[in-house]
């Protein structure tokens, strides 16, 4: 089964950047990230297709927020910036090891999950 190993995490303040790493072990269909801050539910942030590079964000990080891959070192990366305190949260990584159903911003839709990244944006 794939792994998914993230990094890069952290604390910064408003208005700052981090990049979140995703390194997968093997082949996926789509990445994507989530985040789930404490008592809220887990949210999709973003995602980002194998097959073409096409990529979709949530409506509260787009112009802030840009997913990429590494196909070379087989990583996705998450480049976050202008944050903001609302942003903190417990970052996740999740993948589709194949072509499943749902909406892309439903967390059914992925089968494979990384550890969790801490980020905190305070003000």
């Known amino acids: 089964q794939v792994q998914l190993v993230e990094s890069g995490g952290g604390s910064v303040q408003t208005g700052g950047s981090l990049r979140l790493s995703c390194a997968a072990s093997g082949y996926t269909v789509s990445v994507a990230w989530f985040r789930q801050a404490p008592g809220k539910e887990r949210e999709v942030v973003s995602v980002?297709?194998?097959?073409?590079?096409?990529?979709l964000y949530g409506d509260s990080v787009k112009g802030r927020f840009t997913i990429s891959r590494d196909n070379s070192k087989n990583t996705v990366y998450l480049q976050m910036n202008n944050l903001k305190p609302e942003d903190t949260a417990m970052y996740y990584c999740?993948?589709?090891?194949?072509?499943?159903?749902?909406?892309?911003?439903?967390?059914?839709?992925?089968?494979?999950w990384g550890q969790g990244t801490q980020v905190t944006v305070s003000s």
């Open positions: 999740a993948a589709e090891s194949a072509w499943r159903a749902g909406a892309w911003y439903r967390v059914q839709r992925y089968d494979l």
């Open positions: 980002i297709y194998s097959t073409d590079d096409s990529t």
